[in-house]
């Protein structure tokens, strides 16, 4: 574990050590799952576009039907 000094405002310092006292944790504890859940989800993100951006693009009319026209797409009438 590498050790890191961090600075906070006296407000959130206050709410940070009564949050981790809730949770019956570390405020450094609590700092490092924080920090770790938005690597991980970064790291997710990163890895799905990549896994999206190399598929082979497709035709959204892949049966090669024409497009619908303007009015067709935003007709109601079933709506109203």
Do not use: C
């Not at 906070?8 to 700092?31: G, H, Q």
């Not at 890895?47 to 598929?55: A, D, N, S, W, Y």
């Not at 090669?64 to 303007?70: E, F, H, N, T, V």
């Amino acid at each position: 574990m590498k050790n890191v000094t961090v600075t906070l405002d006296e407000e959130v310092a206050r709410w940070a050590r009564v949050r981790a006292a809730e949770l019956d944790i570390s405020v450094s504890r609590m700092l490092g799952d924080l920090l770790q859940e938005q690597m991980r989800r970064q790291v997710t993100y990163q890895t799905e576009m990549r896994q999206f951006l190399v598929r082979e693009r497709r035709p959204l009319n892949a049966d090669g039907s024409a497009y619908p026209s303007r009015d067709e797409l935003h007709d109601r009438t079933n709506l109203r």
